[in-house]
């Protein structure tokens, strides 16, 4: 026996809604990661900055490699950590 229609319609603007939502909360994950993989290339962009401006060579070299691991590490986790998020949502 089908639904009689106004319980169809009522399904219907339910899931819409719904959907809307879900595209809503995924857009706003996905303009997050982005902006935290900008503060993480900016924070290893200001510690690789201060190994450029040091005097000294050795501190300058460590301040420099520690700002190229500091930044991509922080992106790289910032993305499994979006990627395992949406998995978890059921994204795909």
Sequence with gaps: MP???EIREELERK???EHE???RD???HNVR???MCLCWTAV???IMGYGLHTNDPDIG???FKGGMVAGYSGILFTLIRWHLKRKDRGDS
């Design 15 to 17: 899931r819409a809604d």
């Design 33 to 35: 990661t982005a902006l």
């Design 44 to 46: 290893g962009a200001a």
């Design 3 to 5: 639904l009689p229609q």
């Design 21 to 23: 939502q879900a595209e």
């Design 26 to 28: 995924a857009l706003w």
């Design 61 to 63: 070299q460590a301040a």
